[in-house]
């Protein structure tokens, strides 16, 4: 399965959630933010979606401000957020 995708808004947040999510032993890249995620920072951070959990509670609990958690869906990005909607928009 794809990894899952942190966008920030600022490098800032990039480096502070990268600095945090090491700590806590997540495996995780920095990577260029791709093209279609709309974001003001060019950095972003893949992580296994297994630790998709871990990772929200880090980010709520440090107060890290993020874009989006996205992952690839028939090849395109897609914000966690617009899954659920689609799937329940679906009768899921």
Known sequence: MDPMLLAFDSTQQALRAEML????EIEIDIRPTPKEV???CALSIEFPTNKL???KHI????KVEIRGVYFKKDGKYVTIEEATANYNDEGG
């Not at 999510?21 to 806590?24: N, Q, S």
């Not at 980010?59 to 440090?62: A, G, Q, S, T």
């Open 21 to 24: 999510l090491e700590y806590a």
């Open 53 to 55: 959990e871990e990772v």
């Open 59 to 62: 980010i709520k609990e440090e």
């Open 38 to 40: 709309t974001a003001g």
